[in-house]
T-cell receptor
C-alpha cells in the first residue's frame, strides 16, 4: 500500500495570508490526525477526523481548522498566518481507534 | 489533559552499548504508549508500542517496559548501531476514543562508532 502523502511539501507565506495543506491517508484508513512540530514546542496535536467528522481537537486557536472528505483525504487550513505558525505540519492516518498512526512526510510552512 | 515528560533530552552512547529513554505520563486513563523514531528531515516512524495490559514488549534489539502504577514507561535499545542515531519520541493516548497522541519532548540519541 502507498504510504501517507502530504502536499505541498514546502510553503512560504507572509503574515496575514491563509494556507491550505492536504493529506491523503493510507487506503482504507478512516482516521486522519494533524500535528504541529516545532523545535520549541515539539509535536502537538491539532485535531483528528474520522469518517468526515472532527472527533477531537487540541489546544489551538480557531485560525486552525480542517475537514475530511468522503474518500478520507483531509485538508487543514490556517487563516491569518502569524510568524509563530512556522512549523512542520504532519498528518497521520490510522484505520480507526486502537491502532497505530502512520505519519506522512509533512509540510514545512515558513511564515515571513 | 495528558502531560508526557521525557528524559534525557540528549544521549550519547558508544556503538554496542545500551540506551535507555524514560517517560512519565500524568493521566491514569492513558493506556496506549507508542515510541517513534525520527531521523533528520524524515517523518516519525513507529518502532514499538505497548498497551496497558502488558508490562513489557520486545522486538529484536528494542524493548519497552511499562509501570502503570508509577505511570512511567521506558525504551531500551541494546547493541546500539550508528543507524540508531535519531530523535526518539514517546507518546501516550487512550485506546478508546479519538486518535490523539500526547508526545514527549524527544531524545536525541547519538551512537558513536
Amino acid at each position: 500500500k502507498a504510504g501517507v502523502t502530504q502536499t505541498p511539501r514546502y510553503l512560504i507565506k507572509t503574515r496575514g495570508q491563509q494556507v491550505t495543506l492536504s493529506c491523503s491517508p493510507i487506503s482504507g484508513h478512516r482516521s486522519v490526525s494533524w500535528y504541529q512540530q516545532t523545535p520549541g514546542q515539539g509535536l502537538q496535536f491539532l485535531f483528528e477526523y474520522f469518517s468526515e467528522t472532527q472527533r477531537n481537537k487540541g489546544n489551538f486557536p480557531g485560525r486552525f481548522s480542517g475537514r475530511q472528505f468522503s474518500n478520507s483525504r483531509s485538508e487543514m487550513n490556517v487563516s491569518t498566518l502569524e510568524l509563530g505558525d512556522s512549523a512542520l505540519y504532519l498528518c497521520a492516518s490510522s484505520p480507526g481507534t486502537n491502532n497505530e498512526q502512520f505519519f506522512g512526510p509533512g509540510t514545512r510552512l515558513t511564515v515571513l | 489533559g495528558e502531560n508526557v515528560e521525557q528524559h534525557p533530552s540528549t544521549l550519547s552512547v558508544q556503538e554496542g552499548d545500551s540506551a535507555v529513554i524514560k517517560c512519565t505520563y500524568s493521566d491514569s486513563a492513558s493506556n496506549y504508549f507508542p515510541w517513534y523514531k525520527q531521523e533528520l528531515g524524515k517523518r516519525p516512524q513507529l518502532i514499538i508500542d505497548i498497551r496497558s495490559n502488558v508490562g513489557e514488549k520486545k522486538d529484536q534489539r528494542i524493548a519497552v517496559t511499562l509501570n502503570k502504577t508509577a505511570k512511567h514507561f521506558s525504551l531500551h535499545i541494546t547493541e546500539t548501531q550508528p543507524e540508531d542515531s535519531a530523535v526518539y519520541f514517546c507518546a501516550a493516548s487512550k485506546i478508546r476514543g479519538a486518535n490523539n497522541l500526547f508526545f514527549g519532548t524527544g531524545t536525541r540519541l547519538t551512537v558513536i562508532p
